[in-house]
Each structure stands twice: as structure tokens, then as C-alpha cells.
């Protein structure tokens, strides 16, 4: 059982005239077992939103709360965030030259669990989630993100999104820049993170194309900072064929 | 960064120019007075903690205890008087400082690493220093000889508490390929003044690493060039000063020869109050060097407050017939978006830090390709670590 809950959150930038407000009061429930779709044009605070759940230090949250099976999120670091079970999935990840895959998946899964993984079984699962996403062996000895074509980063992030086996994920835009064969291979890393049934999961995306593969329980349409509008999958069809033309304006 | 095009001078004189970041040398004492710390290349040295080495310190009976392995078909000796003559400037060596003389004509005995022509040695010699005593002045010449197409690697171990000016000449035959480590992993009390010159033959492989971690003051100046064409240097550097040391290293690529390349990439760490670092990157590519390539990079992180790191790329460009030719230097502190990435995945801030520094020296140190330094290598790096980088307040990783 698990349940991320964000209520009213306010959320601002630094900007050079001062500190700007990106998410204006935004209330959302993820239970486990239910896959959430946010959507919404550039600019309208959805990723704001992944790296605020995520804590980035960039943004402060000025209002709201956001818990974790009634655990204070907003009180907890970065990495207690990821430890208590949450995971990010970035749109755009962070090379860190000389640190390999392995060295970092390794550290990552350690910190996760409290304990290092037994070695036998984890390589093998570290060899054959990369088999699954189409991710060579070697990949493993490469420096994490470096030199990483765009769907290589995307695929590493679904990788980590396996192997840490988080409560809530959230991805932030990882369909954006992959072509159709790798958009199907993270789609389907991402529905063997959903098999288990318990698992919560928040998908940012501005396109309705990786819809097609991953089937949301609930569409969220995100604009200027708060949620515009909600409802069942049909919402992305409609976004589909209608834009976000009528939101944005209603906005104004 | 300096770039100076065809002068008046080197157009009369093509082969007698010399870079102005380098001054003309001498092998007589005389030519050279006491540094008074306003000399270009002595403006970033607090000479006043090098114990007179770079003046006139009395060059004491060395205390210095040095010992060696011997792989087959080497010759490694303690040697004087006439042999010991005959092995100053074997690197060509026309000093521009003043201790630099003073340490070819005035110290009694050299250390000779002999490795014939043709020579391939799998095993990398080992000559350890291990200095006793801070307080005695003293100074040593060593000269690393490789045959025509030889293949060796030779590391100089540094350890201990001593107060050492030191040349280190290089002679790398023609087609030879040959690893020289020099590692100052001194006590907290050490100084090292030391000058290392290489002369690279033709179609020749010379790599040189700088290892700076320990000592008060360590100064090491690594000076390359060549004997022919198609050679290459590739001058590494992997530095970490603590509270209060000054680490500097100075490199000088002469490309005098056609068709030579050099490479050059320093990585630096600093953390705590006073430590201070300094890199200074010249090359000159001369006239005469058509045809060459070089890149020389400098990188510094800084892990606290209170710390300064000095870089200074030179590039001095006299033909315009070149392959390549650039540089680059960058100093900073930790990236917060690395930190993020990593804590975003549960690894906590101090480990998250250690990884990035691992990961900021791993690509050197496998660079520096010697097996046998590679796990030491890694235990310097944490090792350091594990003294400040764990408990630091940090006010720019986490704001």
C-alpha cells in the first residue's frame, strides 16, 4: 500500500526580478496500482513539478505539502526522498564521467535497500534488465550518461526505474526524442514496473504517442501551473485531436 | 592564454628564439641569480617555505634513503666522478633556474636508470625515496636513460619527510615507448623543488605523470622536447592539496621537431584552508614544427572554501602549418546536478560527492595506464577523502 498525496502545492523559481511562481496550487493523489498521466503544454510547470516531488534545490516550495503514506515528503533530503521510495525518472540525465553504470547502479541499489546487493543474483538482474531494454553488456563499464545517445539515457533511467523497484515513479518526459522501436522497449520496461500492482506512477509527457503503449488510469491536464482539467483515458484523445488550444486560452 | 605570431627575431633566427614564458638557460651558477619571487616563472612559488633551495641552500649529504627493483637486462646504480659527469644533460638540459645548475654541476653522485635498446620490460621499475629528515638540505640528479626502441616504465616513489632539489633527466631513444611516474606522496613537512626534462626521439612514445598529494611545498616543472620527428608526449598530472599546501606544477612542451604531438591533461583537487594549487601550461610550437598537434588541459575542483587554484594555459604558435593546436582549463566546484542525479537515487550527499571526485580522477588514472599504480592510486584519491570531503558544510551543494 502506498499513496503519494500532494495538496495545494506552490511552488517558485529565483529569477533575476525575484522569485517566480510556477505551480500555483496543484492537489493530486496517486495510489498504488494507479498510473497517472499529466499533460500540458511547454511551460506550464510540469516538470516543476517531478523535480519539486524529486526536492531539487533549484525550486522552493512556498506552499502545500506533499506526502508519502502520510510521511513529510517536503521535510525529507534528496536522497531520503529516493530511500522512502520515490524515483525520478529525468528528461534530461546528468552525465558523471569516470563513475561507470555498474559502480552506480551498484551504490544506487545499496543506498536504496540499506544493505549491498548479493552479487550473483544482482548481476544477473543488472544483465538482464539492460538485455530487456536493449542495452548491451558493455553498457556497464560505460560512464553513467556520458556520450549516451538520447533513447541510451531514456533506456538507462527505465533500467534504474527496474532495478530500484521505487514505490512511486514519476517519469518526466523520457518518451521525448525517442524514435518509435525505442519508445516501445521503455514503454515496456515501464509496464513490467506497473505489473506488480503496487506501484504508483506519474507520467509527464506532452505528446499522447507513448499512451498508445502505456494505458493511464487517469489524464491530467496541466496548464499554467495548476491542473486545467481531469479525467479518464478518453481526455487523451481528446487532447489528441483538439490540442491545448482551449485550456491555455481559458488560462489567460 | 598568449599567442605571439612570426616576429622580427625568430625570422633572423629561426633556430635561436626561445619562448619568452621560458627564459634562455645556462649550465653556469653564475647566470643564474637567487630568485626574488617576481620572476615570471617564480611569481606563483612562496619561496620563502622552499628552505633556500631555489638559492643557496648548502647541498647536504643526503639522508634520503632510496632503494630499487632490478628487472632483468637493467642496470640501476648509484654512480660518481666521471660517469656520473657524462650523465649531466643527457636530456639536454641547459637550465633556466638557478638550482637547476647548481644541481648538475654541484652534486657529488646520480642515480643512473639504464634500459638498453630494445630492451622490452613488462615489470615497471620501482626506485623508492624515502626521505629522514626535513631538516638537511640536499639535492639529486637522476637520470632515466631508454635505448632505441625500448619499452619501460619507471616510477620515482617519493615518500617521507626531506627538503630535495632534484633534476630528473629523461633520455627516450629513437621508437622507444616509455612510461616515467613520478609520485610525491610526501610527509606533511616535505619540500620538492624538482625539474624534469625529457628529450623525445624519433617516432618515440613518452608518457610522464605528475602524482602531487603529499608535502608542504612540491614544485615540479616537466619540460618535454624532441629529438626528431614523429615523437609524442603525453604529460599527465593528477595533484590534491590539503589545508595549507601549495602543489604547483609547470609543464613545458617544446615542440621543436616536425610531425611531434603532445598531450597534456592535469586534474587537481583542493579542499581546506590555504591549499593552494598552480598549474601553468606552456607550449611553444616553434618554426620549424610543421605538422604538429597538441592539446593541453587543466582541470580543478574545488571541494571547500578557502582554497585557490592558479591555471595558466599557454599557447605560443610561430607557423601556421599546424594539425592542431588548443587548450583548455577549467576550475570549479562540485556540479549541483550531479549531486542531484546521484542523491535523486538514494546515495547520500557525502557518498554522492566521493563518487563524483573518483569519477573526476578515474579517466587519468587509467590514462597513466601503470597496473601496478592503479589501486594505489585509488587509495590516495579516498584516502584524501576521507579527511575533509565527508564532514564539510557545503553551502553551495545544497543550496
Redesign the interface.
Known sequence: MSTLEIKDLHVSVKTEDGPKEILKGVTLTIKDGEIHAIMGPNGSGKSTLAYSIAGHPKYDVTGGTVTLDGEDVLAMSVDERARAGLFLAMQYPVEVPGVSVSNFLRTAKTAIDGEAPKLRTWVKDVNGTLEKLDLDASFSTRSVNEGFSGGEKKRHEIAQLELLDPKVAVLDETDSGLDIDALKVVSEGVNRFTEGADKGLLLITHYTRILRYIKPDFVHVFVNGRIADQGGPELADQLESEGYDKYVKAAV | MTVTADNVTSALEAEKVSSHLHPEGSLDVNDHPAPNGREEIWRFTPLKRLRGLAADAEFQASTTETSWNTPEGVRIANVSGEEARGLRGISGLVPNTRFGARVLSEVPSTLLVDVPSDLEIAEPVIVDLVGKDAGVTEAGHIPLRFGAHSSAVVVLRHTGSASMAQVVEVAVGDGARVTVVSLQDWADDAVHLTHHEAVVGRDAEYKHAAISVGGDVVRMDSNVHYDGPGGSANMLGLYFADEGQHIEHHLYVDHDAPHTNSNANYRGALQGEGAHTVWIGNVLIRKVAAGINTYEENRNLVLTDGCQADSVPNLEIETGEIEGAGHASATGRF????L??????????N??RR??V??????LIRQIGVEALDEKLRDIVADELEKNVLDIPFEAA??
Do not use: M
Not at chain 2, 335 to 338: G, I, K, M, P, S
Not at chain 2, 341 to 347: E, H, Q
Not at chain 2, 358 to 363: E, Q, T, V
Open positions: 556540479d549541483d546536478n550531479q542531484f542525479y546521484l542523491r535523486s537515487r538514494g546515495i547520500e550527499e557518498e554522492a563518487l563524483v573518483h569519477g573526476f580522477f578515474n579517466d545544497t543550496n
